[in-house]
């Protein structure tokens, strides 16, 4: 059973260097979602992909954060010139873009996520 | 920012007994959901009731959804040391398809 793998899970870097994360989801879900989640919080929306489509996009994204999901399958979330405010656990999820219409989004499944450390 | 905010921020309670989480929302929802979160691990979802629904069971869970005062609750019944985690609420909008999470509450069973 494979679920939403997320690579790499620990990332360290200096200040101004770029990184960049992958998401496999669940092969069959067509939604995926990032998330940003610090010590203590909750997580937070960054942006949302129906099939290859970036459909929503988080004000918290600022420029130097792309993400892509070129064919519909895995996605790359890339941030420019590294912050310590960064610093931060990077979230995945997948979902069947079938719950949809009057009951809206259902259950997200989440890989295990991608901490990223800027010194 | 965040949409629900959880109570109690932190709760701590003996093995057997039943633990309360609260949820407040601010805005109409199509669904709210329940996650739980094991230190430095990815989300699971534990449960989802619609709008429409007032309660839910599933195995020692139950969980209540009250639109008019915009908030829900997860009991967790007899509880266990292996149910020590972060859990979560998250609401579905009406329109759109992203999940807006609460703060979390961190329970922790002592055994």
């Known amino acids: 059973d494979t679920g939403v793998s997320q690579d790499p899970r620990h990332k360290i870097t200096k200040r101004g260097q770029n990184v960049t994360f992958r998401c496999d989801p669940i092969s069959e879900h067509n939604r995926l979602y990032w998330y940003r989640q610090t010590l203590g919080q909750g997580p937070e929306f960054l942006t949302y992909?129906?099939?290859?489509?970036?459909?929503?996009k988080s004000r918290l994204l600022s420029d130097r954060f792309s993400a892509e999901r070129p064919k519909g399958s895995f996605s790359t979330l890339e941030i420019q010139r590294t912050e310590q405010g960064d610093s931060a656990m990077y979230l995945c999820a997948s979902s069947l873009g079938v719950f949809s219409g009057r009951y809206g989004t259902g259950e997200l499944f989440f890989g295990e996520g991608s901490r990223l450390t800027v010194l | 920012s965040q949409q629900g905010e959880e109570d109690p921020q932190a709760l701590s309670i003996q093995e057997g007994e039943n633990a309360t989480m609260n949820c407040s929302y601010k805005t109409s929802i199509n669904n709210l959901q329940w996650y739980r979160q094991n230190s430095g691990r990815g989300l699971v979802h534990l449960i989802l009731i619609r709008s429409n629904e007032r309660e839910k069971h599933s195995g020692r869970l139950r969980v209540t959804l009250d639109t008019s005062k915009k908030s829900s609750s997860l009991l967790i019944t007899a509880s266990r040391a292996a149910d020590t985690a972060s859990y979560f609420c998250?609401?579905?909008?009406?329109?759109?398809?992203?999940?807006?999470f609460g703060e979390g509450t961190q329970l922790t069973v002592n055994p």
């Open positions: 998250a609401t579905g909008p009406t329109s759109g398809s992203r999940l807006t």
């Open positions: 992909f129906q099939n290859e489509a970036q459909l929503e």
